[in-house]
């Protein structure tokens, strides 16, 4: 294979390394491509750029695979834990007995919040969204452990991934917690990570709550199928506040505002309000459809797309047949998952959705699961952020080891106006200025 591409610039030729991944992926080295031509690449979304390599997660979106550290996310699914899992995902390999020992006593021992956090809940709203919180929590944490700060110490690294990974559960539940004006519930010390949560999220100060074994283990699922999934939004916002060698706590609290949005980890609340609506109407899906494939109706099928995959993603396939076997252990029935199903079965053979390769995501089903749990749907997100913080300690990680990492700064086309004059303002021109909108608050003058 030719390892370098010719890029012909102006009858210029310019040979460009081609970089060959482990699973024969190739792509294009462009680092040195200014430097040598003047020019930059443009692409906007960045669809077509890799910003990193990594050995963390695999993805073929055509054909539908998932890795992490090289296993097939099918795999771990049936015969892992979310806990082992993160270990997988943050140290890149399946821990060995001892090793997942120390891992647990380091969550366990990290699980409480400092007794002054406790105070930062008073100051919010009982209608503040949870994500807010836990952002605002995940960095208030870097507060009260300096030593944290600044670039990586590799003997304390251990410590402040086992708290960010303990503590983000325990700020989760506290956040739902004093949103309802209940008591904060505490960890226990020997619960497991999912029950743990649940127990902190359910208990009453009188009466434990022990959630059935198919309810935790459905959770625990449903945490590991968001364990990681490459350069993602959040991912690729966590490895950019990264590369300025700022703490794991800002890392991740930037990571959690990243993917609050409903293109991101917000559309598995999204989704059920689709289902919802669709089960308030009567419409037995086929509205919904074509108001999501009319572009001016501003809708979208929720829970269906996705930027990589261009084929089912295994993470729904496998959290789909995890509802059937929840509902049907807990013995309830949920007129949403039959929504659900019908839209995929109307999408999968409909043209539009053939042709533009949209398949369900993982956040189609998921939501189905957390409500049959009893977990609010403004926590949906922020189940999604506790699932995905060990990928995003991973990637963090990857660049707080490599001693060659530079700071993520793109570039840009500048489409502005072009160079120009300072104008005093009794000499300014109304007439040739666009019209400004009138500011919603007055402004001072200077
Ligand atoms: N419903 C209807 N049409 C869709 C949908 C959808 N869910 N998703 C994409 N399309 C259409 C677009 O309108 C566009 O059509 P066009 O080419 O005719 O203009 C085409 O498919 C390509 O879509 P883009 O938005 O350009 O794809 P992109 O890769 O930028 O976005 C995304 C991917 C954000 C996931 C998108 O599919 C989407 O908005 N889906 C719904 C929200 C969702 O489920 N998000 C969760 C993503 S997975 C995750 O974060 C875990």
């Given amino acids: 294979m030719n390892h370098t591409a010719t890029l012909q610039i102006n009858g210029t030729a310019c040979s460009l390394p081609i970089i060959e991944g482990t699973e024969s992926e190739t792509g294009i080295d462009v680092s040195a491509l200014r430097s040598r031509t003047g020019y930059i690449t443009l692409d906007d979304g960045y669809a077509n750029t890799g910003s990193c390599a990594s050995r963390i997660t695999f993805i073929d979106g055509e054909k539908g695979i998932l890795r992490y550290r090289g296993i097939d996310i099918e795999e771990i699914?049936?015969?892992?834990?979310?806990?082992?899992?993160?270990?997988?995902?943050?140290?890149?390999?399946?821990?060995?007995?001892?090793?997942?020992?120390?891992f647990s006593q380091l969550l366990t021992e990290n699980q409480s919040l400092h007794e002054l956090m406790k105070h930062h809940f008073e100051g919010f709203p009982t209608t503040a969204h949870p994500m807010a919180m836990l952002s605002s929590m995940i960095n208030a944490t870097s507060c009260f452990y300096p030593g944290l700060m600044g670039r990586r110490n590799p003997a304390r690294f251990d410590v402040q991934a086992a708290r960010l990974l303990s503590q983000v559960r325990t700020i989760a539940a506290f956040s739902y917690r004093k949103s309802r004006g209940l008591p904060i519930i505490y960890p226990k010390p020997d619960a497991p990570y999912t029950e743990n949560f649940l127990h902190m999220m359910f208990s009453l100060p009188y009466r434990d709550y022990a959630p059935a074994p198919e309810s935790a283990r459905a959770l625990d699922l449903v945490l590991l199928l968001h364990a990681d999934h490459e350069q993602n939004c959040s991912t690729s916002t966590v490895r950019m506040v990264a590369s300025s060698q700022a703490n794991l706590f800002a890392c991740a609290a930037a990571g959690v505002c990243a993917l609050w949005g409903p293109l991101h980890g917000g559309a598995n609340q999204a989704v059920i309000e689709m289902l919802e609506e669709i089960h308030r109407s009567g419409d037995d899906g086929s509205a919904f459809i074509a108001a999501a494939k009319d572009k001016t109706s501003g809708r979208k099928l929720m829970g269906f797309g996705h930027r990589v995959y261009k084929n089912y993603d295994p993470r729904a396939r496998i959290i789909r047949k995890a509802c059937d076997e929840l509902l049907a252990a807990l013995h309830v029935t949920d007129p949403l998952l039959d929504i659900a199903k019908r839209l995929e079965a109307a999408a999968l053979h409909d043209p539009y959705f053939i042709e533009h390769k949209l398949y369900p995501n993982v956040d189609f089903y998921s939501g189905i699961i957390m409500r049959a749990l009893g977990i609010p749907l403004e926590m949906f997100p922020v189940m999604f952020a506790i699932g995905r913080t060990p990928g995003w300690i991973a990637n963090a990680k990857e660049i707080m080891d490599d001693p060659k990492a530079r700071i993520y700064r793109p570039r840009q086309i500048y489409i502005g106006p072009a160079h120009r004059h300072y104008v005093p303002i009794e000499q300014r021109d109304l007439s040739s200025t666009p019209a400004q909108e009138s500011p919603a608050v007055p402004c001072h003058s200077a």
């Fill in 77 to 102: 699914a049936e015969k892992s834990t979310f806990i082992e899992t993160a270990y997988l995902v943050i140290y890149g390999h399946l821990p060995t007995p001892a090793e997942m020992k120390r």
